[in-house]
């Protein structure tokens, strides 16, 4: 059994910076992959971020590129999503996601086998 517990969302304003927190725990949490998505109201919940956990690669959607950073800390068994220039489009509730195993296809949500409950960001204009 794998948790994954989000913080660090609230409310800011369009320009501003927030830094979202993914704790992981579990006997044998040893995720292959771990994402960021993000959910507005009426939408399909999309893929932001995700970064592989041995070798730290990333990658990005395109509307977060340049904007936002995705780390992690493998001995804290953390991950984290630091947001920047942040938009009034970039509102939504964001989840950590886990993926167990390597594959080809890492940034829709059926890819990954875990998920945290979510955190609310909101940037007000």
């Known amino acids: 059994q794998v948790l994954l517990v989000e913080s660090g969302g609230g409310l800011v304003q369009t320009g501003g910076s927030l830094r979202l927190s993914c704790a992981a725990s579990g006997r044998t949490f040893m995720p292959a992959v771990m994402g960021w998505f993000r959910e507005a109201p009426g939408n399909e919940r999309e893929f932001v971020a995700r970064i592989t956990w041995n070798a730290g690669s990333t990658h990005y959607a395109d509307s977060v590129k340049g904007r936002f950073t995705i780390s992690r800390d493998n001995d804290k068994e953390m991950v984290y999503l630091q947001m920047n220039s942040l938009k009034s489009e970039d509102t939504a509730v964001y989840y950590c996601?886990?993926?167990?195993?390597?594959?080809?296809?890492?940034?829709?949500?059926?890819?990954?086998?875990?998920w945290g409950q979510g955190t609310q960001v909101t940037v007000s204009s």
């Open positions: 996601a886990a993926r167990r195993a390597m594959g080809p296809r890492t940034t829709t949500p059926d890819d990954y086998d875990y």
